[in-house]
């Protein structure tokens, strides 16, 4: 890929790194306001900007075949890292595709969604009859039974963000 190319790619990565890094401080913001609109909100924000962060390292179209590998190669992002997930993501990207599979396999038709609190704190619900949950003590969230960790993946972001903001202003012709 060329150098110019490459640096357009490791911009768009800051920018990604950075709108995630906002993001987590937007959802420690509506913890304190309690501002549950802003708190599911921030969490959105930064599933999708995980989740672009995802798609540029981990390229899904095949024009520039290369164009992935080099660019983790650029900012020394291995194969295994755990920026490549793109699940939980996906969940609130698709969330009427998970709302029609819940509505067509939920047995006891219990339905929770946008809850903030420790797991367990809905007693006798069917895990998969909660939708989202954000545990304040553990600062996860819970989707249908799967469990996401935003801490390790905030700070996977932060230190790409740094790789990435240094990588980014080099010149395009070095």
Not at 60 to 77: D, F, K
Request: charged letters at 30%; glycine letters at 6%; proline letters at 4%.
């Amino acid at each position: 890929m060329e150098t110019m190319v490459l640096r357009i790619f490791q911009r768009e990565v800051e920018r990604q790194c950075r709108f995630g890094l906002m993001a987590v401080e937007d959802v420690k913001q509506a913890l304190q306001t309690p501002d549950m609109d802003l708190l599911w909100y921030s969490i959105q924000s930064f599933l999708v900007a995980a989740g672009n962060v995802s798609k540029l390292l981990w390229k899904t179209t095949p024009r520039l075949p290369e164009r992935g590998a080099e660019l983790r190669a650029s900012l020394s992002i291995g194969d295994d890292s755990s920026l490549e997930p793109r699940a939980f993501r996906n969940h609130f990207e698709h969330f009427d595709e998970r709302l029609e599979k819940w509505a067509t396999s939920s047995e006891r038709r219990n339905f929770a969604d946008s809850n903030v609190g420790p797991e367990g704190m809905i007693q006798g619900i069917d895990p998969r009859d909660l939708l989202r949950n954000f545990d304040t003590t553990n600062f996860a969230v819970t989707f249908r039974g799967d469990l996401y960790h935003l801490q390790p993946m905030a700070e996977a972001i932060g230190d790409l963000w740094q790789k990435a903001a240094i990588e980014a202003k080099k010149l395009h012709w070095e």
